[in-house]
């Protein structure tokens, strides 16, 4: 009991401490600052390949010819940037024969499409192939609109229209193209 | 001494700000992708008719196989292949359709001949209704190709030897086939 009445007593003394330390305050201030970085992100594209199959004809009058093939659809996921004057771009690379023979008079080793990105501002990115019968000039590229404002969206990327130059007859053979999205600030004009 | 020590790092990291505009563009690929299989199409006639008509065979005074015959030759237009091909000819010696028995001794009922079909290879591809093997009647192209192809006849002979007559017969007919193969 006596120690019981000594904790007691310290626990009194103690109390008026506060009242001791308002009397040596001593008031400042600290800055908090901090950056964010401009930066777009890209969605990672769904899907990442698009097979069309087979892109001619087996039979009937157009045998040997390119197939009329519906839109295709990729979507980018939740891109955005974070800043003020952005831009899409779209660089599509036409569907090339893997063998890159020279083909034959009245062949073609290339697939043509277009390809146009939207979602992101008022005009979208669109680019056409225009690759000759022979797969020289594949590559093209197209850009939208200017975005005033940060952005989050789903970007969309149509292909569409394939054709091949002349409607030449397609060499027989594994094709591929490669279609590269690219988000970030706008050009300089 | 704290205050100061803040100060610094603060301008530490305005200094590092110009490095944030390298980061700010992202992208991002994807492939689109098909195939075409190897293929060949075998086209028309050119004109439709699809016969050869040699009209009288045998010499009238001598019953024998004219040796004037001839046949314009058919052209095969709009044939293709996508990859390496072999054309291949074969043909049946034109054979009396109504008379069929085995002719009588100094007879004949069938007629051989030569069938050739050129413009796909180099080497024409033919076919002698009368010889054992035939190993012209296949060749191969390395390329993919598309172009007319002509297929004619000639080199007629009597089957059996050319002292032989010909029985008489109001239809004698063969048949020749050209083959487009697509080549692994």
């Known amino acids: 009991m006596k120690r019981i009445g000594q904790i007691l007593l310290l626990a009194l003394a103690a109390l008026p401490a506060p009242a001791l330390a308002q009397s040596a305050t001593a008031t400042g201030t600290v800055g908090v600052g901090g950056q964010v970085a401009p930066v777009c992100i890209l969605g990672t594209p769904n899907p990442a390949v698009i097979n069309l199959g087979t892109l001619a004809n087996t039979s009937g009058a157009r045998v040997g010819r390119i197939v009329t093939f519906s ?3 990729v979507t980018l996921p939740s ?5 003020a004057g952005s831009q899409l771009t779209v660089q599509a690379t036409a569907l090339l024969s893997t063998d890159d023979t020279t083909p034959p008079a009245g062949f073609a ?13 008022a005009s979208n990115a669109t680019v056409t192939t225009t690759a000759l019968a022979d797969g020289t000039a594949a590559t093209a590229t197209g850009t939208g609109s ?3 404002l940060p952005k989050l969206a789903d970007l969309l990327v149509t292909l569409s229209d394939f054709t091949v130059t002349g409607d030449a007859i397609l060499v027989a053979g594994n094709y591929s193209g490669t279609i590269v ?4 600030p706008a050009a300089i004009p | 001494m704290r205050k100061l020590s803040i100060g610094v ?4 990291t305005a200094l590092a700000a110009p490095a944030f505009a390298q980061s700010s563009t992202s992208t991002k690929s994807f492939t689109v992708q098909g195939n075409v299989p190897a293929m060949c199409a075998g086209g028309t006639i050119v004109g439709g008719n699809g016969t050869f008509d040699l009209g009288v065979l045998a010499d009238t005074t001598t019953g024998q ?11 095969i237009s709009g044939s293709f292949c996508s990859s390496r091909s072999t054309i291949t000819i074969a043909a049946t010696p034109m054979a009396a359709q109504n008379f069929t028995a085995t002719p009588p001794s100094g007879f004949a009922r069938s007629v051989n001949y030569v069938a050739s079909a050129s413009g796909w290879t180099t080497t024409p591809a033919s076919f002698d209704t009368g010889a054992a ?12 190709f598309t172009g007319d192809i002509t297929v004619g006849i000639a080199g007629f002979a009597t089957s059996g030897g050319s002292t032989l007559r010909l029985v008489a017969d109001t239809n004698y007919s063969g048949l020749v086939t050209v083959t487009l193969t697509a080549a692994p």
Request: hydrophobic fraction near 45%.
């Open chain 2, 65 to 75: 196989l004219r040796t004037d015959l001839s046949a314009p030759d058919k052209v």
């Open chain 1, 146 to 148: 200017v975005q005033p």
């Open chain 2, 133 to 144: 093997a035939n190993t012209a009647a296949t060749q191969i192209r390395a390329t993919a």
């Open chain 2, 9 to 12: 790092a603060v301008l530490a």
């Open chain 1, 71 to 73: 839109e295709q659809n």
């Open chain 1, 109 to 121: 080793r290339a697939v043509n499409y277009t390809a146009s990105a939207s979602g992101w501002a």
């Open chain 1, 181 to 184: 999205v690219t988000l970030g």
């Open chain 1, 79 to 83: 891109s955005f940037c974070n800043f």
